[in-house]
């Protein structure tokens, strides 16, 4: 009797743990609920002008040089796609992340940096943006009042 084995790339182990134990759909479906709500941690419109807020995280992600490990357009280069990411990271998981880093994955901490941890919420609202489709352009400018 001959028996196959799934090969999938290691970076998806952890996804797809998250859909088989169903806690992918749940976060998808708080997502959903927060856009009809209004709760979006963003504001934007025509894909790429977004709120002050939104913003500042943006030139957060430029200063600390977040595009050397994952890549301009968040896609992952040695770091893994935020894009992807996002789709499960909690907010509370990724502030935990850049604060105390994950060493054993060469993602440094960030808490010694203030501009990274001044705009943690726009930058996640940024990086959220992105994640979503909402914000659909790398490079943002902010909307005028």
Not at 23 to 45: F, I, N, R
Request: overall charge positive; hydrophobic content about 40%.
């Amino acid at each position: 009797m001959m028996t196959r084995t799934l090969s999938l790339p290691r970076a998806l182990l952890p996804l797809l743990a998250l859909c088989i134990l169903g806690v992918a759909p749940h976060l998808q479906a708080q997502d959903k609920a927060a856009a009809a709500s209004g709760e979006l941690p963003y504001k934007v419109v025509d894909g790429y002008m977004v709120d002050s807020n939104t913003m500042e995280g943006f030139r957060a992600w430029r200063a600390a040089a977040c595009d050397r490990c994952h890549g301009a357009n968040q896609q992952g280069l040695v770091g893994p796609s935020l894009i992807e990411s996002f789709k499960t990271l909690s907010k509370e998981d990724f502030v935990k992340t850049v604060t105390e880093g994950r060493l054993d994955k060469g993602m440094p901490s960030f808490k010694t940096s203030p501009i990274v941890m001044e705009h943690t919420d726009g930058l996640y609202a940024y990086l959220k943006g992105r994640s979503n489709g909402d914000i659909t352009r790398a490079h943002v400018q902010e909307l005028k009042q």
